[in-house]
């Protein structure tokens, strides 16, 4: 019985209790605050906490805290109280009390208000608050002041008597605490009501209803508003030091001590609780989401998101914290913690013991795991040994390790550097015996037996699965040892946790980085990746609870697995119970209790906590740039110039328990119906189109849960008077008068100078001459009149634009048309670059494609030694055959058609085009019902004409028209050869 009977006298220990307190969020300077002395703590309407210190005001949204100092325009840095009245103001008293207030994201004072000069209370405001008549009311100890910024009225009065405190009251009556004696002033008298000794600064108020609660000292006055009546003097309990602070809810009146806060029950006024010892608590505040605040003299402030969430915790005596690094459940029902410095703790119904029972001796090192054997004995490893304890015997081997285990035989397994074996009958030669302990260096401990060493790699976890195979989780991998032999890695990640489940016969395994894998007879069965967010969680350890359930703890929070293999899912509770993306070491669940392992201790949240909602959050949009300038004013409609169409949208929901978690849904109406989702907290919309808008935009948590109502704002951007109707109507109209009055002046200049020119003409050359240039002429002024069908038929297709509001291909079609009148009236002389030919042609075709869609392809192919822009040709002779092309062989063609346009040199030193259709064909065409045209014979001859003159030399004719027929005699279309004379182009 030798090894269950060591002396552990020689084992230093102790025992203490860990401090029980609700889940504590602490913030100070190193955080955002401006300094850790904070005088109140005020949430606004909007939703926002705000922060009275010494050294200026902070705002805090949950992520970040905005601090104003009197460089913001602040009256004075030290501020110890505010107020927000009905239009939305928040009143600061200062310690110079002059007032000064914040509003449309920026604080007014007396720089930038006239009304606010002069207006001094000449020491600290002690009170501000708004009666019903909607005046502001400021006091200090000596003065009154009421000031109306919508009336442009202020009033200061010298009070008759000192004034330590000042309430409002319905109608005119203020009430007052002077002195010793309470009461009501009104006209700048004094009215006394009650008395009563002991009062001492400093003196702290809060009204719920008709009762007024007053505190300082040791003292708690409760004082109805209405009968005027003293309803009960009540003397705080002795561990009550100084109040300085009260604040009254639904269930409870809590005072601000400096030593701690104390809750006491609203209806008996009983001590429930007493919080933050050693603090001092200069005010209290219950935020929306249920959440309480504790503003501190010395630490900044304190936040509880979920009271129903305890935390224990110990410090040593240095004042750090034990850190909690592993948990394990006991057959019995108590719940044992793993923790650094060599402690441990168990847990036993509300009380935590926590323990110091490894040699004092030895490093102070931390217990990496706990099993509970059937024997009823309980393992304890860390790097300093092994700790066993069975009922009150203790016994430490002087074994390292990471875990341990016990197999049904009582034989030993640990892990760390490797995996050792130690049989049951072997382990009493690895006790640690107070002689050794007096007598050796510590690491001759560890080396005077060492284990039997089974494998050599690192093991963090050991597990045993139905078969008797030892599993273990390692920083390579997942192995397993059986038969004396080392398995390859099952899994090449590295595995933080391996736990075997008997009922299922499944074995679980929590890598660090890369997932969880559920493995069925060492096959994979399933596995899940862990997130939060886009980036994966490191995992720390794994668990199941009574009902089967696994839960993980994360460095990022908790996570619950959902579903069988297979059909595996997770639900994140990082964030649902308002402890935010906490490291959690170890976790256990159990009595419907879930047990978080911290850094900061054990903390301790019901289960049915993680299946609360949390409260709609509020929304609102904060900023408005209009192409890049700020604008704040956004209760109100807003008309934007057509200019003023760059718009950034900045908005804000506010959750201090999800603020991490939030995520925004936002539409523009007039520019999109669908909600669109994101995770930022900005919209911007460039060159919006004139109209009328309507901007929201919601957010959502982590329990997807939506504001209640979208915050919106609507707006209308104007339209410039060149894109209304009318505008454009008038300039066609002009455009068209224009067109119309250039031509007929240019057909009666060129008539003029023809006639000029054939009377002067004597010999045939200059008949000749005379004879070109009137084919020139005619030919010209058939293309200034063009074809009044073409003209007409773009006249309404424009209109049709218009009236279906087609701004943008109405004005593309009026560019190529001008274009097209343009290039017809410029191209007068004879011979022009073919490169122009081609533009024209290729707008012509580009507003028949327009009129007659998907019904045209165009091609052009020029010879590799053709220089477009470097030869002349003859103006205009290409697109008579092309329209000819368009409206008789392609347009009546029920399917797509295709023109080809083809240049080359011919052998007789003239440029020969080819111009070939796939239409109907000639005879189709001929047989087709339509108005008598006499616009494109007369081009072709006038054509054939100028060619016959150009070419000079060459009798042959210029123009050869061929049908295009297949084998069976079927219409292909109709080719067109055309001999054009050309020049080069002359330089300079």
């Known amino acids: ?475 390579i991998g997942l192995f397993n040892y059986k038969n004396g032999k080392l398995s390859k890695p099952l899994l090449p990640y590295p595995t933080r946790d391996v736990l075997f489940d008997k009922t299922t016969n499944l074995l679980w395994a929590l890598t660090e980085t890369n997932g969880l894998y559920v493995l069925r007879n060492g096959v994979i069965a399933d596995s899940i990746a862990i997130t939060n967010g886009q980036q994966p969680a490191i995992c720390r350890g794994i668990c199941t609870d009574e009902n089967g359930t696994h839960w993980l703890a994360t460095a990022k929070g908790l996570y619950k697995v959902d579903g069988s293999p297979g059909k595996l899912s997770l639900i994140n509770y990082t964030n649902n119970f308002g402890v935010g993306t906490q490291k959690l070491n170890g976790v256990e669940v159990a009595n419907d209790l879930a047990y978080l392992g911290t850094d900061e201790g054990l903390m301790v949240a019901p289960i049915a906590i993680f299946s609360q909602k949390i409260p709609p959050p509020p929304i609102f949009i904060k900023r408005l740039e209009i192409n890049n300038l700020a604008h704040f004013q956004l209760d109100t409609f807003l008309q934007l110039s057509y200019s003023e169409n760059s718009l950034t949208f900045q908005f804000e929901g506010l959750s201090f328990k999800d603020f991490k978690h939030l995520s925004y849904q936002y539409r523009l109406i007039g520019h999109e119906t669908a909600w669109h989702l994101t995770p930022h907290e900005a919209v911007e919309y460039a060159s919006l189109r004139p109209g009328n808008y309507r901007f929201e935009v919601r957010a959502i948590n982590s329990s997807v849960v939506a504001s209640e109502a979208p915050a919106s704002f609507s707006f209308s951007i104007s339209t410039p008077f060149w894109l209304k109707g009318w505008f454009w109507l008038g300039l066609l109209a002009c455009a068209g008068g224009l067109v119309w009055f250039w031509i007929k002046k240019r057909e009666r200049k060129l008539l003029r100078k023809y006639e000029i020119q054939q009377q002067l003409m004597e010999a045939e050359h200059e008949k000749l001459e005379l004879q070109k240039k009137y084919a020139d002429l005619k030919m010209l002024a058939l293309r200034l009149q063009m074809n009044p069908h073409f003209i007409f038929n773009a006249l309404n297709t424009l209109k049709g634009y218009y009236g279906q509001a087609k701004i943008t291909q109405a004005n593309s079609y009026i560019a190529k048309f001008a274009r097209l009148l343009r290039l017809n009236l410029d191209y007068s002389d004879t011979f022009i670059p073919l490169e122009q030919e081609l533009e024209l042609i290729k707008i012509y075709v580009q507003l028949s494609q327009i009129r007659y869609p998907d019904k045209i392809e165009y091609e052009v192919t020029l010879s590799p030694n053709i220089v477009a822009s470097a030869m002349l040709i003859p103006s205009m002779v290409m697109q008579p055959f092309v329209e000819n092309a368009i409206l008789h062989g392609i347009v009546p063609k029920p399917t797509l058609g295709t023109i080809q346009i083809e240049f080359s040199l011919a052998e007789n030193g003239e440029l020969l085009a080819v111009i070939r259709d796939n239409g109907i064909g000639r005879l189709a065409s001929a047989a087709k019902p339509k108005l008598q045209d006499p616009h494109k014979p007369l081009a072709i001859n006038i054509t054939m004409e100028r060619l016959q003159l150009l070419r000079k030399t060459n009798t042959n004719s210029p123009i050869e028209i061929i049908d295009l027929k297949d084998g069976n005699g079927d219409a292909l279309g109709t080719e067109v050869r055309l001999w054009l004379p050309m020049e080069p182009i002359p330089r300079n």
Not at 150 to 177: F, N
Not at 203 to 224: A, E, M, Q, W
Not at 298 to 312: A, H, K, L, M, T
């Open 1 to 475: 019985m030798y090894r269950f009977l060591i002396i552990i006298c020689f084992l230093g220990f102790a025992s203490s209790v860990a401090a029980q307190q609700p889940y504590f969020k602490n913030y100070q300077v190193r955080d955002g605050l401006p300094s850790n002395q904070v005088y109140f703590i005020h949430q606004d309407s909007k939703g926002y906490v705000w922060l009275c210190t010494d050294l200026g005001v902070s705002r805090f949204d949950g992520a970040r805290f905005t601090n104003f100092t009197t460089a913001d325009g602040l009256s004075d840095n030290e501020v110890f109280s505010c107020f927000e009245d009905k239009s939305g103001r928040l009143w600061f008293a200062t310690l110079n009390g002059k007032p000064c207030f914040f509003q449309d994201e920026k604080i007014h004072s007396e720089l930038d208000l006239p009304l606010l000069k002069d207006f001094s209370l000449g020491g600290l405001i002690i009170s501000i608050f708004q009666e019903e008549t909607g005046e502001i009311v400021m006091a200090s100890a000596s003065k009154i002041g009421w000031l109306n910024l919508d009336k442009r009225l202020k009033k200061l009065e010298m009070t008759s008597v000192a004034t330590t405190q000042l309430w409002p009251l319905p109608g005119s009556a203020l009430g007052i605490l002077s002195s010793k004696k309470l009461g009501e002033y009104e006209n700048g008298q004094f009215r006394h009501q009650l008395s009563f000794d002991g009062v001492k600064l400093p003196v702290k108020y809060d009204i719920s209803g008709d009762t007024l609660f007053l505190s300082f000292l040791r003292k708690l006055i409760i004082f109805n508003l209405k009968s005027k009546q003293l309803i009960q003097e009540v003397q705080l309990p002795p561990e009550v030091y100084e109040a300085i602070s009260v604040h009254v809810s639904a269930k409870w009146v809590w005072v601000g001590d400096r030593k701690g806060v104390y809750c006491f029950n609203r209806q008996s006024l009983a001590l429930e609780n007493t919080y933050l010892p050693n603090r001092q608590v200069s005010s209290i505040l219950e935020d929306r989401e249920a959440g309480w605040w504790f503003s501190t003299l010395d630490n900044g402030i304190f936040y509880v998101p979920s009271p129903e969430i305890i935390q224990y915790s110990k410090q040593d005596a240095s004042g750090q914290t034990y850190k909690v690094g592993c948990l394990s459940k006991a057959p019995n029902g108590q719940l044992w913690l793993g923790m650094n410095k060599g402690a441990y703790g168990i847990l036993i119904g509300d009380s935590l013991s926590i323990k110091m029972e490894f040699p004092s001796k030895l490093a102070q090192r931390a217990v990496n795991s706990i099993h509970h054997h059937t024997d009823g004995s309980t393992w304890l490893a860390g790097k300093a040994g092994i700790l066993r304890i069975k009922e009150k015997q203790k016994q430490f081997y002087r074994i390292r390790s990471s875990d341990v285990k016990i197999d049904e035989a009582g034989n030993l397994w640990s892990g760390l550097t490797g995996l050792y074996f130690i049989s049951e009958k072997d382990l009493s030669k690895y006790l640690l015996t107070e002689k050794e302990v007096e007598e050796n260096k510590e690491p001759e401990y560890y080396l005077a037996k060492p284990p039997q060493r089974l494998a050599e790699i690192r093991v963090d976890k050991i597990a045993f699965d139905e078969s008797k195979t030892t599993w273990l989780a390692s920083s």
